[in-house]
């Protein structure tokens, strides 16, 4: 999807959700790398949200969200038919409030939406193994390795700090 149409379902998922959500994934990458040069594209958007299934089904019955059951799971879709994966308890380990109350504003277009810290991004990545969050974490780590807190890190992610520190020196 165009970084456009991306930003402008960002907006659109905030104001439904009533700010009650933490952008994650490529948004999430994306958002502090300041939108700028974004290095790949995304299919879906990663949401981890501080609403429960109450205001879930509300949502779909007034239109503002879709819910489809494919492959033995729940999916939802942006009247756009954007896909959004919605996190309702943790990312890969962290829990979602921990991830919430530490998260931070950034700007997409007309407003500010939450995304991870810079340390809760890199251990999610880290924690899911997957190729494309490597690539990831290595932009990250060249963008802002001064501005990581590795001593906070290091306290609550001891084994994914050693890795990270490990990578930002190899890619310096």
């Given amino acids: 999807m165009n970084i456009r149409l991306l930003k402008d379902?960002?907006?659109?998922?905030?104001i439904v959700f009533d700010g009650r959500v933490v952008f994650i994934g490529a948004v999430a990458v994306f958002a502090h790398l300041g939108?700028?040069?974004a290095h790949r594209t995304t299919r879906e958007i990663d949401v981890a949200t501080t609403v429960g299934e109450d205001t879930i089904d509300r949502l779909v019955k007034e239109g503002k969200i879709n819910k489809f059951y494919e492959r033995?799971?729940?999916v939802y879709y942006t009247p756009h038919g954007v896909k959004v994966d919605?996190?309702?308890h943790d990312v890969?380990?962290?829990p979602i409030t921990e991830i919430y109350s530490e998260?931070?504003?950034l700007k997409v277009?007309?407003?500010?939406?939450r995304v991870p810290r810079l340390e809760h991004l890199l251990v999610m990545k880290y924690?899911?193994?997957r190729v494309q969050d490597r690539e990831d974490i290595e932009i990250l780590l060249k963008r802002f390795r001064r501005r990581i807190d590795w001593k906070l890190l290091n306290t609550e992610y001891p084994d994914e700090s050693r890795e990270l520190r490990a990578l930002a020196k190899i890619i310096q």
């Fill in 72 to 74: 033995r799971k729940y």
């Fill in 109 to 113: 277009v007309r407003s500010e939406v």
């Fill in 103 to 105: 998260s931070v504003l």
């Fill in 35 to 37: 939108w700028k040069g």
């Fill in 92 to 94: 890969n380990g962290i």
């Fill in 127 to 129: 924690r899911s193994g």
């Fill in 86 to 88: 919605l996190f309702f």
């Fill in 9 to 14: 379902e960002v907006e659109y998922l905030n």
